[in-house]
């Protein structure tokens, strides 16, 4: 069986040799007939349709809540991923002790506040005698300086309790606007470091907003759109969700960027929209619409012609003298099964729509279908 197979496979060699052998032409080239293909002309055509930018949801507020006492986390009070209301009760942390440590200070201002009333009637009674100069001035000098020290220690025992009651308050984190919260870093009975500790991420949810980057050339027309109230009324700006969806609420240019990105010619561009129900959560990929009203005349081909090789889009185009010829081109915004070029193309131009798979530059093309051999 196997010596069958090698001489089959010997034959065909033989064959396909002797077959290469009779397709040379005089000259030894080789000679091959132009390929058949499909084109199309490049037009113009009156353009009013949406451009598209890719986004990111981002939130308008966004805190890290992170430990500002030391201790041990003795309550939470939220579930992960929780909708929350500002002010409201988020963890708590050693509040007993903070507690203690607050009530101690307040003793202690107490205390000092009581000594330093005794020292004040000392240093009042002996002014008095000192006057009549029926008192010692040495005895008088150390009610005055005991009256001053009586004084300092009211002083810090205030700033004590100051800070007593300051880490009390830090003892029970809220939130600090209303939104969303995520999934808890710590569990209860977990030891917590001030300042350093973090505990939670907390975004506001409504409104919210989108980050796209535009094209420098676009920055007027966005500018226009912020300082244009009519806008959102116009739904001129709208959101297609990642399932494919066209959100129900439209939105509006809050912010744009302060400069623009040398190395990409791009700007930010944040767009703010209201988020009723959630359904926007941060860190979403969207595709931001922009209605574009006015119809221009653009330059459109059908979609089916572009490539796309080495991270160039390109299409091939018929030479004059009927070769397929590689042009580099830059798109705009897809029309259904059409697409605007940018950059590339004039109109006029034809380009090859159909029989692109393996088509070479500069090789011979015709439009007219090869007849099929008859029986």
Same mark, same amino acid.
């Given at each position: 069986m196997?010596?069958?197979?090698?001489?089959?496979?010997?034959?065909?060699?033989?064959?396909?040799?002797?077959?290469?052998?009779?397709?040379?032409?005089?000259?030894?080239?080789?000679?091959?007939?132009?390929?058949?293909?499909?084109?199309?002309?490049?037009?113009?055509?009156?353009?009013?349709?949406?451009?598209?930018?890719?986004?990111?949801?981002?939130?308008?507020?966004?805190?890290?809540?992170?430990?500002?006492?030391?201790g041990?986390?003795?309550?939470?009070?939220?579930?992960?991923?929780?909708?929350?209301?500002?002010?409201?009760?988020?963890?708590? *942390?050693?509040? $007993? !002790?903070?507690? #203690?440590?607050?009530?101690?200070?307040?003793?202690? @201002?107490? =205390?000092?506040? +009581?000594?330093?009333?005794?020292?004040?009637?000392?240093?009042?009674?002996?002014?008095?005698?000192?006057?009549?100069?029926?008192?010692?001035?040495q005895?008088?000098?150390?009610?005055?300086?005991?009256?001053?020290?009586?004084?300092?220690?009211?002083?810090?025992?205030?700033?004590?309790?100051?800070?007593?009651?300051?880490?009390?308050?830090?003892?029970?984190?809220?939130?600090?606007?209303?939104?969303t919260?995520? *999934?808890?870093? $710590? !569990?209860?009975? #977990?030891?917590?470091?001030?300042?350093?500790?973090? @505990?939670? =991420?907390?975004? +506001?949810?409504?409104?919210?907003?989108?980050?796209?980057?535009?094209?420098?050339?676009?920055?007027?027309?966005?500018?226009?759109?912020?300082?244009?109230?009519?806008?959102?009324?116009?739904?001129?700006?709208?959101?297609?969700?990642?399932?494919?969806?066209?959100?129900?609420?439209?939105?509006?240019?809050?912010?744009?960027?302060?400069?623009v990105?040398?190395n990409?010619?791009?700007?930010?561009?944040?767009?703010?929209f209201?988020?009723?129900?959630?359904?926007?959560?941060?860190?979403?990929?969207?595709?931001?619409?922009?209605?574009?009203?006015?119809a221009?005349?653009q330059?459109v081909?059908?979609?089916?012609a572009v490539?796309?090789?080495?991270?160039?889009?390109?299409?091939?185009?018929?030479?004059?003298?009927?070769?397929?010829?590689?042009?580099?081109?830059?798109?705009?915004?897809?029309?259904?099964?059409?697409?605007v070029?940018?950059?590339?193309?004039?109109?006029?131009?034809?380009v090859?729509?159909e029989?692109?798979?393996?088509?070479?530059?500069?090789a011979?093309?015709?439009?007219?279908?090869?007849?099929?051999?008859?029986?």
């Amino acid at each position: 069986m196997k010596y069958i197979q090698y001489s089959f496979a010997l034959f065909c060699t033989v064959a396909l040799l002797s077959s290469c052998s009779q397709s040379k032409a005089k000259g030894g080239m080789w000679q091959t007939g132009p390929v058949s293909v499909e084109i199309a002309e490049v037009q113009q055509e009156l353009v009013s349709a949406t451009i598209n930018y890719p986004g990111t949801i981002v939130a308008l507020n966004e805190t890290e809540l992170r430990a500002e006492v030391n201790g041990y986390i003795t309550n939470i009070f939220v579930a992960d991923g929780a909708t929350v209301s500002k002010g409201q009760k988020l963890y708590e *942390i050693d509040r $007993v !002790r903070y507690q #203690a440590a607050r009530d101690q200070a307040k003793a202690s @201002l107490e =205390i000092a506040q +009581s000594n330093l009333d005794k020292v004040q009637r000392d240093l009042n009674r002996y002014t008095a005698l000192d006057a009549k100069q029926a008192i010692a001035k040495q005895i008088v000098d150390y009610a005055r300086t005991d009256f001053n020290n009586a004084k300092a220690q009211v002083d810090a025992a205030k700033a004590s309790l100051v800070t007593a009651e300051t880490n009390l308050q830090r003892s029970v984190i809220y939130a600090p606007y209303s939104g969303t919260i995520g *999934i808890s870093m $710590v !569990r209860n009975g #977990a030891l917590v470091n001030a300042g350093s500790t973090l @505990l939670n =991420i907390i975004s +506001s949810t409504e409104p919210i907003a989108v980050d796209i980057m535009v094209n420098e050339k676009d920055i007027q027309q966005f500018s226009k759109f912020q300082k244009d109230g009519n806008v959102q009324k116009d739904s001129i700006l709208s959101i297609q969700l990642p399932n494919g969806e066209v959100y129900n609420y439209f939105g509006k240019v809050t912010a744009i960027d302060r400069a623009v990105n040398q190395n990409t010619g791009t700007i930010m561009v944040r767009i703010a929209f209201e988020n009723p129900k959630g359904d926007l959560r941060v860190g979403m990929n969207v595709n931001v619409g922009v209605l574009n009203k006015i119809a221009t005349p653009q330059i459109v081909i059908p979609y089916k012609a572009v490539m796309e090789q080495l991270n160039q889009t390109l299409v091939y185009t018929v030479s004059d003298s009927n070769t397929a010829k590689p042009q580099m081109i830059k798109l705009g915004f897809k029309l259904g099964d059409k697409v605007v070029v940018a950059e590339g193309l004039k109109v006029g131009d034809k380009v090859i729509t159909e029989g692109i798979m393996g088509l070479k530059p500069n090789a011979p093309i015709t439009t007219e279908k090869p007849t099929q051999a008859t029986k």
